[in-house]
């Protein structure tokens, strides 16, 4: 048995790869489907993986048309669960509008978040991201907001009356 399983290692790490895959691919699309959720509760516009030229934002509010005119009016809603080094890929979505980071990951390292920050890139975490005592205190950050502060502030506040005087919110 362990001689088989030696011969025909790389077939069987290829299974073990796929299946790691597919619950990855399972879990980012979960996250997705809450956000997604969250917009629709709240009537907020947007689209989802709008395709401009070879970028596909996951989302992008109010709407892809204002996205294409690289209209400031317009914002990116990346969403990753982890990040590692994949947050590098979310400046390219920029086109001069603010672009936020959705994620779940609590490992984030401190120089990573400042980063972000130099390239203008606000993260958004769970509340509890920001609590006291947690391993990186994004309460000290500035370019760190957590869900509520997005959807009620950055969305409510900043956004909303914009986008209607645009007739992009109904």
């Known amino acids: 048995m ?21 619950r990855r691919t399972r879990v980012g699309a979960g996250f997705e489907s809450h956000i997604r959720k969250m917009l629709q509760t709240g009537n907020i516009p947007y689209e989802e993986q709008a395709v401009v030229s070879t970028r596909r934002p996951d989302f992008v509010l109010p709407n892809k048309n204002l996205y294409v005119k690289k209209s400031a009016d317009a914002l990116v809603l990346a969403a990753k669960t982890t990040l590692r080094e994949r947050w590098k890929q979310v400046p390219m979505e920029q086109r001069n509008c603010t672009v936020f980071l959705a994620t779940m990951d609590e490992k984030v390292t401190r120089s990573a978040v400042r980063e972000m920050a130099h390239l203008q890139i606000t993260l958004v975490v769970p509340e509890s991201f920001k609590s006291p005592g947690t391993i990186i205190e994004y309460a000290k950050e500035s370019n760190v907001l ?3 502060q997005f959807f009620s502030e950055e969305i409510g506040v900043r956004r909303k009356a914009r986008w209607l005087e645009l007739s992009l919110w109904h």
Do not use: G, W
Request: net charge positive; proline share 4%.
């Open 2 to 22: 362990v001689q088989r399983v030696v011969r025909h290692f790389i077939p069987l790490y290829q299974v073990m790869l796929d299946a790691s895959q597919q």
């Open 146 to 148: 957590t869900f509520k």
